[in-house]
């Protein structure tokens, strides 16, 4: 049909009309191979739409979505913008193993950015910021068991709950406030003391006398970030679709107001509509095509400490709430991540930030510390995309044909199926499960 119009438009001479027609049938663009732009693919091509990943790197998965906490919590839904939150940034300039932490040097580059996220931590913005988070949250965790099940995806995923852990000295009087309001979207929770604790975790038990308490979320899973983006890449291929590694989207190419392509390093690829999931990169690559997001990276760390099959390990993960950290079981591995330092785009490990995860996973489990020291795990260093409110960008731009799916903080994990299939469905005009309103890209 194409060939026939095509032919019909080069006798009438008119080329303009010739390279429209063309253009229409041409595939959508998705920069960058991370969880959320893989999903996105995923989810257009079950839309039947054709799609074309783009991939700075030479593999996929390779940004912040490599060696994340693991964690899929809708249980944690809370943006960083609590009410005080600046207290604790403010102090942090002067205390290196502050969990967050704010570099003087940084600080230039955040001023709008901050100005906003300080705007939005009042009690009534953080409050509506918490539950549109928990309602993506959820049904994107509801997704991504359905894709896991249907799709037979294998990346150590289970549905295994999560342990909030309160050791002597900490609080669980924030979280189950949280909690008692999100149980009215849905959200299960059981309150349990230290016995209870050991009795869901027996790998607790050394620890048992300094345990206050927890709260058990069981609808809470596990996974491994890098692995699900192997393996949704892999179906993304046997479906039709294409991904193009070691291939850098230098510009979002316009005319006459909307979408036209993408300029790679040395190529022009035509695109009807291209979808900027870049995580931190999405930032320049949108402002470039007159787009503003705000969002900053916020570096976190993670260790990975391979048992190699010679120890049982925890069943669940554990969000350590006196060092700000997880520990979350993958297969025979065990991952600790955590940590938040605004340190601009520098991506180097500060053995200072790391040494507290080693620390932390000594002080949980003791006895598997004996086994293989945490110190001699893996480090790892990624830059979680943070919005000023909390939020994702999810949806179309100001630009016809330019979407946007990015700015999924410390929870693009937790996120990433139900973000995508919103967009999928605002991309393809069908309606959508939830209410796009509070992740517009247009807010
Ligand atoms: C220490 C740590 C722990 C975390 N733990 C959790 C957790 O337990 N649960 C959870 O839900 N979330 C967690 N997160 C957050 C989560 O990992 C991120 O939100 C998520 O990985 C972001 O995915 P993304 O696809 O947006 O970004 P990325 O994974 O960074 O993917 C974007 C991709 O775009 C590519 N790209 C960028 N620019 C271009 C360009 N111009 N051309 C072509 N390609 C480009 C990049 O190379 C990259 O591969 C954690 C993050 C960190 C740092």
Same mark, same amino acid.
Not at 18 to 33: D, F, M, N, P, S
């Given at each position: 049909?194409?060939?026939?119009?095509?032919?019909?438009?080069?006798?009438?001479?008119?080329?303009?009309?010739?390279?429209?027609? +063309?253009?229409?049938? @041409?595939?959508?663009?998705?920069?960058?191979?991370?969880?959320?732009?893989?999903?996105?693919? %995923?989810?257009?091509?079950?839309?039947? @739409?054709?799609?074309?990943?783009?991939?700075?790197?030479?593999?996929?998965?390779?940004?912040?979505?490599?060696?994340?906490?693991?964690?899929?919590?809708?249980?944690?839904?809370?943006?960083?913008?609590?009410?005080?939150?600046?207290?604790?940034?403010?102090?942090?300039?002067?205390?290196?193993?502050?969990?967050?932490?704010?570099?003087?040097?940084?600080?230039?580059?955040?001023?709008?950015?901050?100005?906003?996220?300080?705007? %939005?931590?009042?009690?009534?913005?953080?409050?509506?910021?918490?539950?549109? *988070?928990?309602?993506?949250?959820?049904?994107?965790?509801?997704?991504?068991?359905?894709?896991?099940?249907?799709?037979?995806?294998?990346?150590?995923?289970?549905?295994?709950?999560?342990?909030?852990?309160?050791?002597?000295?900490?609080?669980?009087?924030?979280?189950?406030?949280?909690?008692?309001?999100?149980?009215?979207?849905?959200?299960?929770?059981?309150?349990?003391?230290?016995?209870?604790?050991?009795?869901?975790?027996?790998?607790?038990?050394?620890?048992?006398?300094?345990?206050?308490?927890?709260?058990?979320?069981?609808?809470? @899973?596990?996974?491994?970030? %890098?692995?699900?983006? &192997?393996?949704?890449?892999?179906?993304?291929?046997?479906?039709?679709?294409?991904? *193009?590694?070691?291939?850098?989207?230098?510009?979002?190419?316009?005319?006459?107001?909307?979408?036209?392509?993408?300029?790679?390093?040395?190529?022009?690829?035509? !695109?009807?509509?291209?979808?900027? !999931?870049?995580?931190?990169?999405? +930032?320049?690559?949108?402002?470039?095509?007159?787009?503003?997001?705000?969002?900053?990276?916020?570096?976190?760390?993670?260790?990975?400490?391979?048992?190699?099959? &010679?120890?049982?390990?925890?069943?669940?993960?554990?969000?350590?709430?006196?060092? &700000?950290?997880?520990?979350?079981?993958?297969?025979?591995?065990?991952?600790?991540?955590?940590?938040?330092?605004?340190?601009?785009?520098?991506?180097?490990?500060?053995?200072?930030?790391?040494?507290?995860?080693?620390?932390?996973?000594? @002080?949980?489990?003791?006895?598997?510390?004996?086994?293989?020291?945490?110190?001699?795990?893996?480090?790892?260093?990624?830059?979680?995309?943070?919005?000023?409110?909390?939020?994702?960008?999810?949806?179309?731009?100001?630009?016809?044909?330019?979407?946007?799916?990015?700015? &999924?903080?410390?929870?693009?994990?937790?996120?990433?199926?139900?973000?995508? +299939?919103?967009?999928?469905?605002?991309?393809?005009?069908?309606?959508?499960?939830?209410?796009?309103?509070?992740?517009?890209?247009?807010?």
């Amino acid at each position: 049909m194409l060939r026939a119009r095509r032919e019909r438009v080069a006798q009438n001479g008119d080329n303009g009309q010739l390279e429209r027609a +063309v253009h229409k049938q @041409e595939q959508t663009v998705i920069i960058g191979a991370g969880l959320i732009g893989l999903a996105t693919a %995923h989810a257009l091509l079950e839309r039947g @739409e054709r799609v074309r990943v783009l991939e700075t790197l030479m593999q996929v998965g390779g940004g912040t979505s490599y060696a994340n906490g693991g964690l899929l919590t809708p249980s944690m839904a809370e943006p960083w913008n609590a009410p005080g939150a600046w207290r604790h940034f403010a102090a942090s300039m002067t205390d290196a193993a502050a969990p967050m932490k704010l570099r003087g040097l940084a600080l230039p580059g955040l001023v709008r950015w901050g100005f906003r996220f300080l705007c %939005h931590s009042t009690p009534a913005r953080y409050r509506s910021a918490t539950q549109a *988070s928990f309602r993506l949250a959820r049904e994107s965790v509801r997704l991504t068991r359905s894709w896991r099940e249907r799709l037979n995806l294998s990346y150590d995923g289970r549905a295994s709950g999560c342990l909030s852990l309160f050791r002597t000295g900490s609080s669980m009087h924030e979280q189950l406030a949280t909690s008692r309001q999100l149980q009215a979207l849905g959200l299960r929770f059981t309150r349990l003391d230290s016995a209870g604790v050991v009795a869901i975790e027996p790998m607790l038990a050394d620890i048992a006398r300094d345990i206050d308490g927890a709260i058990y979320f069981p609808d809470d @899973e596990i996974g491994d970030a %890098h692995a699900l983006c &192997h393996a949704l890449g892999r179906s993304i291929i046997s479906r039709g679709g294409q991904i *193009s590694t070691n291939v850098h989207a230098s510009r979002i190419s316009l005319r006459e107001g909307r979408v036209w392509g993408v300029e790679t390093d040395g190529e022009h690829l035509p !695109a009807a509509r291209v979808i900027v !999931a870049a995580g931190v990169g999405s +930032v320049q690559l949108l402002q470039d095509a007159g787009v503003r997001i705000s969002v900053a990276p916020a570096k976190g760390y993670s260790l990975t400490v391979d048992f190699g099959g &010679h120890s049982a390990l925890p069943a669940l993960p554990v969000s350590d709430r006196i060092r &700000h950290v997880v520990a979350t079981p993958l297969g025979q591995r065990m991952r600790i991540a955590g940590t938040a330092e605004f340190a601009g785009w520098d991506l180097s490990m500060r053995p200072e930030r790391i040494s507290p995860l080693a620390a932390a996973f000594r @002080e949980l489990y003791p006895r598997l510390a004996r086994k293989v020291d945490p110190a001699q795990g893996l480090a790892w260093a990624g830059l979680r995309p943070v919005s000023a409110d909390g939020l994702p960008f999810i949806g179309p731009t100001r630009v016809e044909g330019l979407y946007v799916n990015a700015g &999924h903080g410390a929870l693009g994990f937790t996120l990433a199926a139900g973000s995508a +299939v919103l967009l999928a469905d605002l991309l393809k005009g069908a309606p959508t499960a939830l209410n796009p309103a509070p992740y517009s890209a247009l807010r």
